[in-house]
């Protein structure tokens, strides 16, 4: 069974520029490339995204795909592999079951790609990202990047911070229990 790092998209990954319906306008944080490569030695990656501009109109789904297909591609063209894009398009009105928080795409990851769930890891810049995490039963780590400063404040549980990826990978890499990946 593999370990996995489930990434959010916007403020972790990316800059978050709000709804988000054109590749071009997408810009990586600069360490995001270096330490996903580092991360991925040891664990699946994953991204999980809310976009809840397409239930509102604001985006389409198509466009999203777009803008999710760019950034797996930009990211594989550095040597960064993504397992899988989880993308949730409903506003919270929808009462779906699969946007973050609910643990519904971790779930299915954990089933799709037989892992360990132990021994895995949620980073995101938002509280529904640590709460996703904890609802999963891993370990959520809340970066200040992206709209982290800003929703600090509303975190419910005390969790790990870090001031942005690269500082959340370091953590991760000194506190998981898997060595043989
Ligand atoms: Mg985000
Ligand atoms: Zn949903």
Redesign the pocket.
């Known amino acids: 069974m593999k370990p996995a790092i489930f990434l959010?998209?916007?403020?972790?990954l990316i800059f978050?520029v709000g709804y988000l319906p054109d590749p071009q306008d997408v810009k990586f944080f600069p360490e995001t490339f270096t330490t996903l490569l580092s991360l991925q030695k040891k664990f699946l990656l994953f991204i999980i995204t809310n976009q809840s501009g397409i239930s509102k109109g604001i985006t389409t789904e198509s466009e999203v795909k777009l803008v999710n297909d760019y950034v797996v591609d930009m990211l594989k063209s550095k040597g960064v592999l993504i397992s899988q894009v989880f993308c949730c398009p409903h506003a919270a009105e929808d009462k779906c079951n699969c946007k973050k928080p609910n643990p519904y795409f971790i779930n299915q990851a954990a089933e799709l790609y037989d892992l360990n769930l132990n021994d895995s890891f949620i980073i995101?810049?938002?509280p529904s990202?640590v709460e996703c995490g904890l609802n999963a039963i891993i370990t959520p780590i809340y970066v200040l990047t992206?709209?982290g400063e800003k929703h600090k404040n509303e975190l419910k549980t005390d969790c790990v911070i870090s001031k942005d990826i690269a500082e959340a990978s370091k953590y991760i890499l000194m506190h998981s229990n898997n060595d043989n990946f």
């Open positions: 959010d998209r916007d403020g972790t978050d995101g810049d938002h990202d992206g709209h």
